[in-house]
């Protein structure tokens, strides 16, 4: 069968099961060769990888990560696009196909089912609306994970890289830093997809640290102060963690801890690094 990259070809599977767009699960599929090669080669996958792929569509980049992978298995949530991934994956007897939503699976126990719990790689085109909960899940699940290759809206992959003090930092950006080491691969247009998306795009490539980047006692507790502190980013940190209903500390003791940091006590959450936060959560604790 011809690659379904080829826009001719994607559009003639379309009409063949007359498919129509669903805008609730972001489909936007990929037309564009140059771009699916870089997404390829920036994952470095070769015969001895596992991976997994959300949202495979109507299987474009399945495609080419069957040919590159070991095993690939996709999980996609819209049940009309099952039998058309049967069928444009056919040649392939390494691919695994799941119909469900990814954030309800327990990613974990499919590791350990499908690749006896070694190490992963995520590989998608993922569906803009779910972008942000789909990367956290995998982070704190705690999955074996060696990268994380995705398309994204590029407003969420500046978040992702965003520092201090910018308007663009928040808990994502901590998540990201704290896990991985992000690398922007790629800026696609809107005209590499069918039908164009109302945004532009980027690949970026997340390599999972082996190591942990801080010091932190207890990494839930850190990331429930970090979400506190930018859920209401506008108030100071002792306001902000003081209201918060589950982190259960006082005003003063906030301040206790910022005044042993040598921070200021009018501080906001948006002024502190990661390092900050551990030793802050640390304290606290
Ligand atoms: N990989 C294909 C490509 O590159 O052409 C399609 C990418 S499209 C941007 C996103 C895909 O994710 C769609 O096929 C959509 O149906 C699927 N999807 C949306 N929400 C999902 C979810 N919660 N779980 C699994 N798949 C989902």
């Known amino acids: 069968m011809e690659k379904l990259i080829n826009p001719v070809v994607t559009a003639g599977i379309l009409r063949k099961y007359d498919f129509h767009f669903q805008k609730r699960y972001g489909q936007n599929f990929l037309i564009d060769e140059h771009v699916l090669n870089k997404i390829i080669s920036a994952s470095e996958i070769t015969k001895d990888d596992f991976v997994l792929e959300i949202g495979p569509g109507i299987g474009t980049m399945t ?12 999980v996609e949530i819209d049940e009309k696009l099952i039998p058309v991934l049967e069928d444009t994956l056919s040649e392939y007897d390494n691919v695994q196909v799941i119909n469900n939503d990814v954030l309800k699976l327990d ?17 998608a085109n993922l569906p803009y609306y779910i972008t942000t909960p789909i990367i956290m899940g995998l982070f704190e699940a705690h999955l074996p994970l060696e990268s994380i290759t995705v398309m994204i809206q590029k407003e969420v992959a500046d978040r992702m890289q965003a520092g201090p003090g910018t308007k663009d930092y928040g808990a994502l950006s901590l998540a990201v830093q704290f896990y991985s080491e992000p690398e922007i691969v790629a800026t696609v247009p809107p005209n590499c997809f069918m039908p164009r998306p109302g945004v532009s795009s980027e ?20 990331f429930k102060v970090i979400r506190a502190a930018f859920n209401q980013r506008r108030k100071t940190l002792v306001n902000a963690l003081g209201n918060a209903s589950n982190i259960n500390v006082s005003k003063d003791q906030v301040k206790d801890a910022l005044g042993q940091m ?15 936060f551990a030793k802050l959560s640390n304290l606290l604790k």
């Open 63 to 74: 495609q080419f990560l069957c040919e590159a992978a070991g095993k690939v298995l996709a």
């Open 107 to 123: 990613l974990n126990k499919i590791a350990d089912e499908y690749n006896d719990g070694k190490k992963i790689k995520v590989v």
């Open 203 to 222: 690949v970026i490539r997340l390599k999972t640290l082996e190591s942990c980047p801080v010091d932190v006692q207890d990494e839930a507790f850190m």
């Open 262 to 276: 040598g921070l200021d006590e009018r501080i906001r959450g948006e002024a502190l690094e990661l390092g900050e």
